[in-house]
């Protein structure tokens, strides 16, 4: 049987986290669908269609799917789910928040942020914060999974010639309705997309101190901004800004941690970066187990040494 991916996009283009999945998908060696549901998201389908490796897009469209309501998005799954052997999706907060759900409707046992795929039925993913992994084996008739995006390298967004399948979807669920939503806008790149990020912990000692120091930092890098939760929770940056399990999952060319002890917590998010630079004033820090480069100081002095010579 085909396996399907359901596909991450805004209705009008597919989100790279998609290409991740497509990729866990093609390791299952059959045929690989993306569902694209939403609304007016005929450009995400064409898009969905370009994917190497696709072979068929189901597109969906409907107003109750426009803003991803889980109930609804789980619904129109569960609705080809029968054709599938495997359901993945990326594990981003959409993929967390549907995926769960069609499996309670599908009553099988969902295999969470799996890093890579042994076999049709054996999946490798991360557990005690990512400080080790279990190797976990289903026997449930359709598998539903959420994958672990920056464990795959992704397909390439052009070179397909997919089908494009148009589906009627299921009425709307009314268990749930549409707010709102606030987006949060930056001239940086998206924090999860980006190459090099540059993230600040509580030894930041404040959100002024992220605007002093650390920005100009990442204006010479053109990095992303991220931080520790401990940074967040003190309220010195956005919670959109949070690296870590409880955070975003990323895997850059370059992270760079300023004033970030280390905690297990935060290392399950960024420690699969290729290169990790590590500022801190402890010697000791947890953080520089896993940095491939570290400097002990004071960061007050340390980076707006950096920026000065990166102006060189």
């Given at each position: 049987m085909a396996v399907l991916v359901v596909a991450e996009h805004d209705n009008q283009s597919v989100?790279?986290?998609?290409?991740?999945?497509?990729?866990?998908?093609?390791?299952?060696?059959?045929?690989?669908?993306?569902?694209?549901?939403?609304?007016?998201?005929?450009?995400?389908?064409?898009a969905a269609a370009q994917i190497a490796g696709v072979a068929k897009v189901l597109h969906a469209d409907a107003p109750q799917l426009r803003d991803f309501l889980a109930e609804n998005t789980?619904?129109?799954?569960?609705?080809?789910?029968?054709?599938?052997?495997?359901?993945?999706a990326p594990?981003?907060?959409?993929?967390?928040?549907?995926?769960?759900?069609v499996a309670a409707l599908l009553d099988v046992q969902q295999v969470s942020?799996?890093?890579?795929?042994?076999?049709?039925?054996?999946?490798?993913?991360?557990?005690?914060?990512?400080?080790?992994?279990?190797?976990?084996?289903?026997?449930?008739?359709?598998k539903v999974?959420?994958?672990?995006?920056?464990?795959?390298?992704?397909?390439?967004?052009?070179?397909?010639n997919a089908t494009v399948e148009r589906l009627a979807a299921p009425a709307d669920s009314g268990l749930s309705s549409f707010v709102g939503r606030e987006v949060s806008k930056s001239?940086?790149?998206?924090?999860?997309?980006?190459?090099?990020?540059?993230?600040?912990?509580?030894?930041?000692?404040?959100?002024?101190?992220?605007?002093?120091?650390?920005e100009p930092l990442a204006d010479r890098l053109g990095a992303a901004m991220g931080a520790s939760r401990a940074a967040v929770d003190a309220g010195f940056v956005p919670n959109d800004w949070q690296v870590g399990q409880t955070g975003k999952i990323v895997a850059p060319d370059l992270y760079v941690a300023v004033g970030i002890s280390g905690a297990i917590q935060h290392l399950a998010g960024m420690k699969d970066s290729r290169v990790i630079v590590a500022i801190n004033k402890d010697e000791e820090a947890p953080i520089f187990q896993v940095a491939d480069y570290g400097?002990?100081?004071?960061?007050?002095?340390?980076?707006?040494?950096l920026v000065e010579e990166l102006k060189k």
């Open positions: 989100r790279k986290a998609t290409l991740n999945a497509v990729a866990a998908a093609q390791k299952l060696g059959s045929d690989v669908h993306v569902l694209v549901a939403g609304h007016e998201a005929g450009a995400a389908a064409k789980a619904a129109m799954v569960v609705s080809v789910a029968r054709n599938y052997s495997h359901l993945l594990s981003t907060s959409n993929g967390k928040n549907i995926m769960p759900r942020d799996i890093v890579a795929v042994e076999g049709a039925d054996t999946f490798v993913r991360p557990i005690y914060a990512g400080n080790a992994l279990a190797t976990v084996k289903s026997k449930d008739p359709i999974i959420t994958v672990r995006t920056t464990a795959f390298d992704a397909v390439a967004a052009a070179g397909g001239e940086r790149p998206e924090l999860t997309a980006a190459k090099i990020i540059v993230s600040g912990g509580r030894g930041m000692a404040s959100g002024e101190n992220f605007t002093k120091v650390l400097v002990v100081g004071d960061l007050f002095q340390i980076v707006p040494t």
